[in-house]
């Protein structure tokens, strides 16, 4: 008899927080066997793709590796919801994102000056990292004593 397939807890956007979890092919996770990604990637670390496969939900499987946390790319897990919500199932798992989105528009015109202000803050601090980086990679040049003839 085949024991059931693991699936893998999506992950969820910020403004969510403290819902009910469900898995990346769209179960509750608390009704069925369910891990992390962090352990859904070290299980595939540790056991290669093949055996991988053999323990865990196909569909969880590919679209954890095809999208991001929002700690490691907004755009991805955004992009991630919308194709849940939209392009996959024809609309057939609501407006959730959709009026998500709405009341977002509306807070930001709210409080358009906090939403500009933040958003320079967020890309001089990029610009100052990617700067910071640029001045570490520069090779050194070699200091020892001068020579003076």
């Not at 024991?3 to 969820?12: A, F, K, L, S, T």
């Not at 933040?118 to 640029?134: C, G, Y």
């Amino acid at each position: 008899m085949k024991e059931p397939v693991d699936h893998i807890i999506r992950p969820q956007l910020p403004w969510r927080s403290g819902e009910d979890a469900i898995t990346e092919c769209g179960y509750d996770a608390s009704k069925v066997k369910a891990i992390t990604r962090a352990d859904f990637f070290q299980r595939l670390k540790d056991y290669g793709s093949q055996r991988t496969s053999m323990l865990t939900c196909m569909t969880c499987v590919t679209t954890a590796q095809n999208h991001k946390t929002w700690e490691e790319d907004p755009r991805s897990a955004v992009d991630r919801e919308i194709a849940w919500e939209g392009r996959w199932r024809r609309g057939e798992n609501g407006h959730r994102l959709s009026d998500e989105l709405f009341a977002i528009a509306d807070l930001i015109e709210v409080h358009r000056a906090e939403f500009d202000a933040k958003v320079h803050e967020i890309a001089q601090r990029r610009e100052w990292n990617e700067k910071k980086a640029a001045r570490a990679e520069k090779p050194k040049a070699p200091r020892g004593p001068t020579v003076i003839l």
